[in-house]
């Protein structure tokens, strides 16, 4: 069983930064692709970023590129999110996702963790 814990969500002023985490338990293997999406209210979720299991390779979202990066400790069975320069349409909760299915399809997800940008 696979489990996915976020942390590092908050309030911030636009134009600041956050660092998301995200904690791993359970299968973590060379095929084990990771990444982040959010869902801003009213609108449906998307995704944000992702990278494969040796963080040679990563992919984001056209909105987000140059402002967040997408990063794991594999020795920690960690994922991160730092967020920079953070916009009020940054808003939303975002999700760790895991065990990569195909083009930004993931099998697992955590719970989410809410970020509130204000502006």
């Known amino acids: 069983q696979v489990q996915l814990v976020e942390s590092g969500g908050g309030m911030v002023q636009a134009g600041g930064s956050l660092r998301l985490s995200c904690a791993v338990s359970g299968r973590t293997d060379s095929t084990f692709g990771m990444g982040w999406f959010r869902q801003a209210p009213g609108k449906e979720r998307e995704f944000v970023g992702g990278i494969n299991w040796s963080g040679s390779t990563t992919d984001y979202t056209d909105s987000v590129k140059g402002r967040f990066t997408v990063s794991r400790d594999n020795a920690k069975n960690t994922v991160y999110l730092q967020m920079n320069s953070l916009k009020a349409e940054d808003t939303a909760v975002y999700y760790c996702?895991?065990?990569?299915?195909?083009?930004?399809?993931?099998?697992?997800w955590g719970q989410g963790t809410q970020v509130t940008v204000s502006s």
């Open positions: 996702v895991a065990g990569r299915l195909g083009l930004r399809s993931y099998r697992y």
